[in-house]
């Protein structure tokens, strides 16, 4: 089958690539393929940094606090809460009170 190139619709590959310089998912996909170490100076920018120097006693005794404080925001939430969204907000509460239990029983352990 011979077919001219009036039968083949041009595509606009042009205007495809243009969009896609500059843009930070297309260069972290091809840093990934490309690249896959990338340098010192292209380090990821995080909205929290947790210091390279915390004990992991300490982060585990932040984040019993961080439970502690979700637990009792949940709680609080489905108080207010009637039927299946209440039984669904006290399902977060228990979650994350198992959660806080399990860091709590690792914190012990770290201890003795």
Do not use: W
């Not at 590959?13 to 260069?27: F, I, M, V, W, Y």
């Not at 009792?72 to 806080?100: C, E, Q, W």
């Amino acid at each position: 089958m011979n077919t001219s190139s009036k039968d083949v619709p041009e595509l606009e590959t042009e205007a495809t690539l243009s969009s896609l310089k500059g843009s930070h998912a297309a260069r972290r996909a091809m840093d990934y393929y490309l690249n896959p170490t990338p340098g010192e100076g292209e380090k990821e920018e995080k909205f929290f940094e947790i210091r390279s120097n915390l004990s992991s006693e300490e982060a585990m005794i932040h984040a019993s606090d961080l439970l502690r404080c979700a637990a009792a925001t949940a709680y609080d939430a489905a108080s207010g809460l009637r039927g299946p969204n209440r039984d669904l907000a006290f399902s977060v509460v228990h979650m994350i009170d198992l959660a806080k239990a399990l860091v709590d029983k690792s914190l012990e352990g770290q201890r003795s």
